[in-house]
């Protein structure tokens, strides 16, 4: 059964960088079947898919236009997980972020496995 | 404001059915079949209903279908359970500019 186990923490300050882990269990970072996706849901923005990494001989990432001067996200093989970074972040970013795989049997846009979500506070 | 747009309600009887849509724009909904919906309990993680926009994974219900018109997809749950009442929302692929969208979400009351 595959899982997704999120961290970090829920409290980060006007201007810092923002930084949450997806623990991955039952599945393998490097698959070459699947996609490691951040998505985010506020009151004020719903849903908003932030990127995603994934593996196909090598490692790629795509971005959202609203964040991709200020997102990475990186896969770790050794800890079979995968990290958010948001830099500069405001009280605009503060939201329920979700980490969640696409790919394997239901297509690279649906997402099938999703981590518990992180709420995640923009406050000094 | 979501890229799609969803009723912000919807509601039926036990036993009935009920169908949600989900419009968006001919760069999304009306040019990819990449539509899925999911479901999502008040304070829970969101499930998978319907992806490729019809298709139903394994273990949901044969009483949720989804289908597609033009830049409308709709969700339809029939036989309608108390079970069923949650929020339901629904994405498309839409290129590889802004790669995913979501609608707002539609609650769903069994009356």
């Known amino acids: 059964q595959v899982q997704l186990q999120q961290s970090g923490p829920g409290l980060v300050k006007p201007s810092q960088t923002l930084s949450l882990t997806c623990a991955i269990s039952?599945?393998?970072?490097?698959?070459?079947?699947?996609?490691w996706n951040w998505i985010r849901q506020s009151p004020s923005r719903g849903l908003e898919w932030l990127g995603r990494t994934y593996y196909r001989s090598k490692w790629y990432n795509d971005y959202a236009d609203s964040v991709k001067s200020r997102i990475t996200i990186n896969p770790d093989t050794s800890k079979k997980q995968f990290s958010l970074q948001l830099n500069s972040v405001t009280p605009e970013d503060t939201a329920m972020y979700y980490c969640?795989?696409?790919?394997?049997?239901?297509?690279?846009?649906?997402?099938?496995?999703w981590g518990q979500g992180t709420m995640v506070t923009v406050s000094s | 404001q979501s890229a799609l747009t969803q009723p912000p309600s919807a509601s039926g009887s036990p036993g009935q059915s009920v169908t949600i849509s989900c419009t968006g724009t001919s760069s999304d909904i009306g040019y990819y079949n990449h539509v899925s919906w999911y479901q999502q309990y008040p304070g829970k993680v969101a499930k998978l209903m319907i992806f490729?926009?019809?298709k139903r994974p394994s273990g949901v219900p044969d009483r949720f279908s989804g289908s597609k018109s033009g830049n409308t997809a709709s969700l339809t749950v029939s036989g309608l359970q108390a079970e069923d009442e949650a929020d339901y929302f629904c994405?498309?692929?839409?290129?590889?500019?802004?790669?995913?969208?979501f609608g707002g979400g539609t609650k769903l009351t069994v009356l």
């Open positions: 490729e926009v019809s």
């Open positions: 039952g599945d393998s970072v490097s698959s070459d079947s699947a996609t």
């Open positions: 969640a795989r696409s790919g394997h049997s239901y297509g690279y846009w649906a997402f099938d496995i």
């Open positions: 994405s498309s692929y839409a290129g590889t500019n802004n790669y995913v969208v």
